[in-house]
Nanobody, 124 residues
């Protein structure tokens, strides 16, 4: 069974930073490309970032490019999302996702497993 557990959300002022973590089982982590999606109230779930299983390739939504960085630590079976220069429009529940099909990395419908989500709130 695939388990994804997120942490690191919270309340931050605009311009601030947060780092999200997603802990995965070793089997999941070693085999899959992984990603982050987010969902704001009343909106569809949207792609944020994805990273290949090796960590050699990363992909970002245009509205976070240059502000967010996705990375993975094989020793800890953990994927991170470093979020800088946060804006109020970044407010959402952030979900870890696996596996991410890198041919369709922005399509949440192609993800099989989700974490429970962590709330990120950015105040203006």
């Amino acid at each position: 069974q695939v388990q994804l557990v997120e942490s690191g959300g919270g309340l931050v002022q605009a311009g601030g930073s947060l780092r999200l973590s997603c802990a995965a089982s070793a089997r999941t982590f070693s085999r899959y490309a992984m990603g982050w999606f987010r969902q704001a109230p009343g909106k569809e779930r949207e792609f944020v970032a994805a990273i290949s299983w090796s960590g050699g390739s990363a992909y970002y939504a245009d509205n976070v490019k240059g502000r967010f960085t996705i990375s993975r630590d094989s020793a800890k079976n953990t994927v991170y999302l470093q979020m800088n220069s946060l804006k109020p429009e970044d407010t959402a529940v952030y979900h870890c996702a696996a596996p991410v099909n890198l041919n369709y990395y922005s399509d949440y419908r192609k993800v099989d497993y989700w974490g429970q989500g962590t709330q990120v709130t950015v105040s203006s």
